[in-house]
């Protein structure tokens, strides 16, 4: 946990240079502008605005819960692109393990989403044998009734609030199924489907 505002400031200097590195990727064709806009985007010194702003979002979402920083872990604080629009996700749990979901406007401020499930998170569970990668296809082709391996996009073995699990993406029937599938148990905790 964070004792002061330095140390705040550090961590999530690290989390906005990714963003920014992963949302300025580059595209040949166009080499000079892009030096010339990473040299202006990229630039050190320009980070103390989108900090605070994260340290807001933070905030609000906090105080929407009527919780104080030192009574919560925080498990994901990043900036992403929602319906076209920039928010932030933030997700946190109490020492009871009590979870917490926000999705906060990144221009206003506003809380746009709440929910009390922060991705399934658990605490780290002890350590057991993780089940193949086999395995975990079965279990989400099993969801997914009609579709065959030929129609996973996605089967990734990774790493969610510090226990191991495989995000996996198929796409059948015109719809794209998304689904994180705990490694070692085997339980799907979470699924997601979507209609083009």
Do not use: C
Not at 24 to 47: H, I, T, V
Not at 85 to 103: G, L, N, P, S
Not at 165 to 190: C, F, W
């Amino acid at each position: 946990m964070e004792n002061n505002f330095t140390d705040k400031m550090a961590r999530d200097r690290v989390l906005i240079e990714d963003y920014l590195k992963k949302a300025f990727a580059a595209e040949p064709r166009y080499a000079d502008l892009q030096e010339a806009m990473e040299y202006s985007l990229l630039a050190g010194g320009k980070r103390i605005r989108p900090i605070l702003t994260l340290e807001e979002a933070k905030a609000k979402a906090l105080a929407h819960a009527g919780l104080k920083a030192d009574q919560v872990t925080f498990t994901e604080a990043e900036l992403d692109w929602d319906d076209g629009k920039q928010v932030y996700d933030i997700e946190f749990y109490t020492a009871d393990f009590k979870e917490y979901d926000y999705e906060i406007d990144a221009k206003t401020g506003e809380v746009l989403e709440v929910d009390y499930d922060a991705e399934s998170f658990t605490p780290p569970a002890s350590s057991g044998t993780v089940i193949t990668r086999e395995k975990a296809q079965e279990i989400a082709l099993a969801k997914v009734p009609g579709a065959d391996a030929s129609h996973i996009k996605k089967l990734k073995l990774d790493k969610d609030d510090g226990k191991q699990v495989y995000d996996v993406e198929i796409i059948y029937n015109g719809a794209e199924h998304e689904m994180e599938i705990d490694a070692v148990t085997g339980k799907i905790l979470e699924y997601e489907m979507d209609r083009d």
